[in-house]
């Protein structure tokens, strides 16, 4: 299972909107809802933002959202905030009931 | 609240093996799968597998199939990943973490161990 396909960095200036995709295939993210979206700081663990494409768990922020279509998934950062400054992953489950993770987005706060 | 504790940091050898457990608390055990994720260092999560606490069941990635084994202590509330033939790629942090739904792999994972690093060398 390859890894889903993500841009290797995407940055924004404070107060602005960003946009990760994360594009798979009609195994995983086309064939399920079960795309989630994690944050990962420095020397940290990672951090659940979005699952189901588009559910924030409980004290996440409005500002990550989520969306689909087709094979591509996406997560855009609304109001950018300096401490949105890390490594995003989706992540999908397929049909070989795996999972399977993207290749990783550095987000910059310029 | 929940936690996931996992064990310290190891080195072991090219073909050596290598276990690592992740002590759980704070939820009922046998209601969550339980996956594994590795990284590398400086590189991105790679899913290894999971396991089903209720029966024991278990599923790794085609890469690692024959050399990584995911089990449970349902007494002690712990799942252990053993990780065998070790190379120097698999060199990396291992977390375990928790399935974010009862009996329901299909979504995410909602609470992550600090991770455990894994180091191969000679």
């Known amino acids: 299972q390859s890894a889903l396909t993500q841009p290797a960095s995407v940055s924004g200036s404070p107060g602005q909107s960003i946009t990760i995709s994360c594009t798979g295939s009609?195994?995983?993210?086309?064939?399920?809802?079960?795309v989630s979206w994690y944050q990962q700081h420095p020397g940290k663990a990672p951090k659940l933002i979005l699952y189901d494409v588009s559910n924030r768990p409980s004290g996440v922020s409005h500002r990550f959202s989520g969306s689909k279509s087709d094979n591509t998934a996406s997560l855009t950062i609304s109001g950018l905030q300096a401490d949105d400054e890390a490594d995003y992953y989706c992540e999908s489950y397929t049909t070989s009931n795996t999972r399977v993770f993207g290749s990783g987005t550095k987000v910059t706060v310029l | 609240q929940v936690q996931l504790v996992q064990s310290g940091a190891e080195v072991r050898k090219p073909g050596d093996s290598v276990k690592v457990s992740c002590k759980t608390s704070?939820?009922?055990?046998?209601?969550?799968?339980i996956q594994w994720v590795r990284q590398a260092p400086g590189k991105g999560l790679e899913w290894m597998g999971w396991i089903n606490v209720v029966n024991g069941n278990t599923k790794s990635s085609e890469k690692l199939q024959g050399r990584v084994s995911i089990s449970k202590d349902t007494s002690a509330t712990t799942v252990y990943m053993e990780l065998s033939s070790l190379r120097y790629e698999d060199t990396a942090v291992y977390y375990c973490a928790k399935a974010l739904f009862p009996d329901d792999f299909l979504s995410a994972s909602d609470h992550w161990g600090p991770g455990t690093p894994v180091t191969v060398s000679s």
């Open positions: 009609s195994s995983d993210v086309g064939h399920y809802n079960y």
């Open positions: 704070g939820y009922s055990f046998t209601s969550h799968p």
